[in-house]
């Protein structure tokens, strides 16, 4: 991949300049306060609990991954992929220590390699001003950079799509020379991601199958490349074999459980019926996979989502936005507002770009190119139908669309294709490109500024956060007021206490100190000492043995 990056930058010395540097802006961005500002929430401490098993011997290498939420009524009945983020995760505190921002090295590392990696899959279509502008966007973007920046199974994903689709492509092409290489590219991408979430595994394997027919059915020959794929992806996913044959494949039956018998009488598509969006019928799943396509389409490439969509979730917004013009309630000009604009803009950005790919698959003149949206036509369709019964209850985050991130980027480039290609004077279509990029990176850059101001004022746990860098200066005021006692209780808020509790925890033991959560301080055992609080406010008459200001929240000591 890098060779091919130097290769490009001996052609075209200011396309490689400036490709160098986005990358820099991209690394800077995904690293920069990077233990300080970590999110280090309770799913992490699960895991690094686990990983600290495995790094001091306590436990073997696992041989099952994290479970899937919701897919059974405890964690051992659920379904687990496998376990190659552990593996990451172990690899990385064996070299670098066993610490929470040391355990998010490897998804730091990915997500630096997905940028440079990001411009070459581009590059298979768009020419390199529409690569670049594109790119650059992808390094700046404040969603996807959030979810670089701390450990989760998912975070990887967007490299290993990149990888996947890109392998896919080129081992699908004619070039003999370097398909062998593509091959053990894509077992390893294939093998990977088939590991990190359930959608990637059915998507993964369901596109890999259908093209596996495809080339098969065009040249044979094929076979002994495919078997290397195949060969590859079986290895990393050995001890996925193992466990199954170990427990009398009881990971394969809580998968059946989850996607077969997951309904009731009541509920027969098994989703969560509290959810406003949730009902049953197969045109409301439509209708619900249309409008979190949508809305994930513009919160993956503008990351505007505080005014239009309020929160990561789906919300239904564009069919709220039909309804509320309709609304009695609102006057022909009350209802058009500033998010009501933007979410106008977003839905027509998708349905043009929607059209764009389906018209290019169809009347691209290079055939070469021609196959390559018709890699992406077909495991985007794949994609909408995996997520079908997915798009809403239980799986309506939209961060759950990690596995499309790319296709809004890739709208933006057919628009951009549009606008040269079709649009004369040249001095008309290039402005109005320059300006639509530059909307897209004044929304990513506001985004930013706006997490960056957070981050700074050590707001993160006020917010609903667990910051690594804040929950350690409130724990180290705890146990340096502790006389060195070896256990710690600690209550309060418990809206602040619900998000970080476990995270303290664990950071409390890697010093030897016990914490041991207690619920209301007027009911609290006198003999469990000494406690403190943890509060968005203060009443200073409470706090006699002192207290300790993070951000907007405080820390204080209630007996000794």
Known sequence: MFFQIQKNIKKNSAAGWILLAIFVVGVFLRTYNFHAWLEFRSDQARDAYRTDQVVSGEKPWPLVGPFLSHSGPTEDESFHVGPIYYYFQIISAEIFGSYPDKLAYPDVFFAILSIPLFYLFLREYFGKNVSLGLTGLYSIGAYIIRYSRFAWSCNSIPFFVLLFLLSLFKLWDKNEKTAWAWAVALGVAWGVGFQLHALTMIAFSGTAFLVFIFSMRKNPATWKKWSVVLAIFVLLNSAQVVGEIKTNFENTRALSRFLFQNGSADNPSGLDSSNPINHAGVSTLLKNDIDCSLEANFLYLSSYN???????????????????????????????????????????????????????????????????????????????????????????????????????????????????????????????????????????????????????????????????????????????????????????????????????????????????????????????????????????????????????????????
């Open 306 to 560: 505080d005014v239009a969509f309020g929160r990561e979730n789906c919300q239904g917004n564009y069919w709220k936005l039909f309804s509320r013009s309709n609304t009695k309630k609102h006057s022909k000009v009350s209802w058009i507002k500033i998010g009501d604009v933007v979410l106008f803009s977003s839905l027509v950005f998708s349905l043009v770009g929607y059209f764009l790919l389906l018209f290019y698959d169809k009347k691209e003149p290079n055939e070469r190119k021609r196959r390559f949206l018709h890699l992406l036509v077909l495991y985007t369709g794949l994609a909408f139908l995996l997520m079908l019964p997915l798009s809403s209850g239980k799986f309506g985050d939209l961060r759950y669309f990690s596995l499309l991130f790319f296709l809004p980027f890739l709208f933006l480039g057919l628009i951009a294709k549009l606008l040269f290609e079709k649009v004369a004077p040249k001095y008309i279509a290039i402005p109005v490109a320059a300006v639509i990029f530059s909307l897209f990176a004044a929304s990513n850059v506001s985004a930013i500024t706006y997490r960056l101001s957070i981050l700074s004022k050590k707001e993160g746990m006020d917010s609903g956060t667990a910051v690594l860098g804040e929950m350690e200066d409130t724990l180290d005021y705890a146990i340096s007021h502790s006389n060195g006692q070896k256990k710690i209780y600690l209550g309060g808020n418990r809206s602040l206490t619900a998000h970080s509790f476990d995270s303290l925890q664990y950071l409390a033991g890697k010093q030897n100190v016990g914490l041991i959560k207690f619920g209301d301080k007027d009911k609290l055992d006198p003999a469990k000492k000494p406690a403190f609080c943890v509060d968005d406010k203060i009443d200073k008459k409470e706090a006699v043995y002192g207290y300790k200001k993070v951000g907007n929240v405080y820390i204080y000591q209630i007996n000794k």
